[in-house]
C-alpha cells in the first residue's frame, strides 16, 4: 500500500501554512551556507584532496572512527529531543539491543546523530557515540508529524549528513529509531559486494526487483562512486521536492533507473526479516521491526512496547499470538479525511 495514500488535507493544510509563514526559514534551509557543519565538511573536502588523508581535528572523523566496527561500519540513527525523553523511543530501542539475540554488542557501534542541544545533552550522559550536527536558526527539537514540514526538513537534513559518511568510506546501517532491533541484521544482509541493501514496505520475493517500495527507515549503504553520486542526486532533487519526503525522492529516482545509470547493485530485502508493521503480525523470523504505517511518536511507542515486552516474555519461542497492538492503526483517524 502507497503510504502517501495517507496524507490527508488537514496535513497538507498545515504544510502549507507553515510554509507560509516561515518562508524566510524555509528558504534558509535550501541555501547552501545553511548547515553550518555541511560547510565544514566542504573545507575538509578540499583538505581531503591534498592530503588524502585522515585530517586530526575533524570531529566528524574522530567520532566515526570511535563508533566503527574493525570493517568500517557503523549504525547511525538520528536523534532529537522528543525522542530522548525519559522512557521515549531511544529508550526502548537501546532496550530492544538489550533483549535482543546478538544486539548488545552492536551498541558501542550506534553513531547517534543528534539535531539539538537537549538530545545531544541526554546521549552523552548515557555512554553513547552521540554526533551533534550543529544547524542555523532552525528547532528541530518538538514531535515531529509524518509528513509536517519540520519532518521533512529533518529527512533532508539527515540525507546530506548520510552521503557525508560514505565520502569519508564509511559503510552504515542507517536505522530510524523507531525500529526495534530484535536480533543481529548482520547475519541476513547480504556480503556479495551490494552497494546498497533497502528494506521494503512489502516484499515481492525477488531480491533485485525494482519494483518493491523502499523504506529508508532500515537500510545498508556501502562507499562507492555509486552510492556517492546516488546520496548527492538525492539531495539535489530536494529542490524539485517540495512536501516530498526523502523516501517518495529516492522511489521516483529509482524507478527512472538511477541505481542502473550510477552502476550499483541494490538489493531490497525481504520483510520476513526487516519487518514492519505495514505487514502485521509477530516478529516471526524478524530481525528488525519498524513501525511504519505509523502517525505518531506516541502510538509507536505503545505499540513497539507491547511487541518488546511480548518478545521478552516468548523468549525467542514463537506465540500462537502476539498481543493485539492497534495504536498505530488507529493513530490515522483522527486527521483521516474518510472519501
Ligand atoms: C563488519 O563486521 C561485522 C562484525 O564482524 C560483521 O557482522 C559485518 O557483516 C561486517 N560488515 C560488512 C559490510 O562486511
Ligand atoms: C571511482 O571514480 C574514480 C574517479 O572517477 C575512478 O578513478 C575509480 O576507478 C572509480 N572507482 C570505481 C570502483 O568505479
Ligand atoms: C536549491 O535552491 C536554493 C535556493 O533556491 C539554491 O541556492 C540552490 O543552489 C539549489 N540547489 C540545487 C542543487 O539546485
Ligand atoms: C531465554 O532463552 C535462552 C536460550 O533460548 C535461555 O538461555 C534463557 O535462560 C531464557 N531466559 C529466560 C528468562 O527464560
Known amino acids: 500500500m502507497e503510504i502517501s495514500s495517507y496524507i490527508n488535507r488537514e496535513v497538507l493544510t498545515l504544510v502549507a ?57 557503523v549504525i547511525i540513527s538520528v536523534l532529537n529531543k522528543a525522542y530522548a525523553e525519559e522512557g521515549g523511543m531511544l529508550d526502548l530501542f537501546l532496550r530492544s539491543f538489550r533483549v535482543g539475540e546478538g544486539t548488545q554488542p552492536l551498541i558501542r557501534h550506534l553513531f547517534l546523530v543528534t539535531v539539538d542541544q537537549v538530545a545531544f545533552n541526554r546521549c552523552s550522559t548515557m555512554g553513547l557515540h552521540c554526533y551533534r550536527l550543529v544547524t542555523e536558526g532552525v528547532d528541530f527539537s518538538g514531535e515531529e508529524l509524518y509528513m509536517s514540514e519540520g519532518f521533512i526538513k529533518m529527512m533532508w537534513k539527515r540525507t546530506l549528513f548520510l552521503g557525508e559518511v560514505l565520502r569519508r568510506g564509511y559503510s552504515f546501517i542507517f536505522t530510524d529509531m523507531d525500529v526495534l532491533w530484535l536480533r543481529s541484521p548482520f547475519a541476513k544482509l547480504s556480503k556479495e559486494g551490494e552497494d546498497m541493501q533497502f528494506s521494503c514496505d512489502a516484499y515481492n520475493g525477488r531480491p533485485f526487483d525494482e519494483s518493491n517500495p523502499i523504506n529508508t527507515g532500515f537500510y545498508f549503504a556501502a562507499p562507492g562512486n555509486g552510492t556517492v553520486r546516488l546520496f548527492d542526486e538525492w539531495y539535489a532533487a530536494r529542490n524539485r521536492s517540495a512536501g516530498k519526503k526523502e ?28 519487518a514492519g508493521f505495514c505487514r502485521g503480525g509477530g516478529p516471526g523470523e524478524a530481525r528488525t521491526m519498524h513501525a511504519n504505517c505509523c502517525r505518531t511518536v506516541k502510538a509507536k511507542l505503545d505499540d513497539l512496547t507491547l511487541l518488546l515486552d511480548d518478545w521478552v516474555r516468548y523468549n525467542g519461542t514463537t506465540p500462537e499470538s502476539w498481543t493485539q497492538h492497534r495504536a498505530c492503526s488507529q493513530s490515522w483517524n483522527a486527521a483521516v479525511v474518510q472519501p
Open 17 to 73: 501554512l507553515a510554509l507560509l509563514i516561515s518562508a524566510s526559514s524555509y528558504y534558509a534551509m535550501l541555501s547552501p551556507g545553511f548547515f553550518f557543519s555541511y560547510q565544514h565538511f566542504h573545507r575538509q573536502d578540499a583538505l581531503n584532496n591534498k592530503t588524502e588523508a585522515f585530517v586530526p581535528g575533524d570531529k566528524l572523523e574522530i567520532a566515526l572512527r570511535r563508533a566503527s566496527m574493525a570493517n568500517k561500519t
Open 247 to 274: 523516501q517518495d525522492v529516492l522511489g521516483e529516482m529509482k524507478a527512472g533507473g538511477a541505481f542502473r545509470r550510477l552502476g550499483m547493485k541494490v538489493r531490497f530485502l525481504d520483510v520476513r526479516h526487516f
